[in-house]
């Protein structure tokens, strides 16, 4: 595997948006984000062109959505230690739930809609043990030859976090639009 620096994934995100300093503070605040102030660069219109804020263990890039650019949603997956807590910092600031904490598969999942169109998966895990694995079976004997599991019945939480799935992406509007 590549190395990285430190403070980058090996794959780091990139948003642009309309208020894109808007959506840094959200994140800053909804998921405890530490700005990089050193990467802000400003392009020759006055616009964002680069900042980066720290989540965790990745690092977030921002830009200002320029008045030619396409509006591009992004779809984000989060490891939070509290969901409820961020889902309340997300509220206050505007955001949908569109999935509420739910079980799944041994995490606390739950989506959320920004109010710049982005849609975020937010999970609280355990992690597995040894143990877990094997009382779950042995994949080997779930899957069949085609990839498929003929034995999987979709619980109502499954159900449950699908539905809100197929209902939320239509919604990925431009929200000016």
Known sequence: MTETPAGY??????????????LIAFVAHVFDGIAR?????????????HAELQVG???LMFAERKPDWPYLPALLQVYV??????????KAEGAEVVTEPTEFFGDVFSRFLDTWGNLWWVYSTTPATDDQWSAEGDADEEWGADGADAAWEPTPELVYIHDTLIAAIPRLKEPDA
């Open 37 to 49: 102030p050193e990467s802000r660069t400003v392009d020759g219109d006055g616009l964002l062109l």
């Open 81 to 90: 230690d509290d969901v409820p807590r961020a889902l309340e910092r997300a």
């Open 9 to 22: 994934a090996t794959v780091n995100p990139f948003l642009i948006a309309k208020d894109a300093e808007g």
């Open 57 to 59: 263990g990745t690092t």
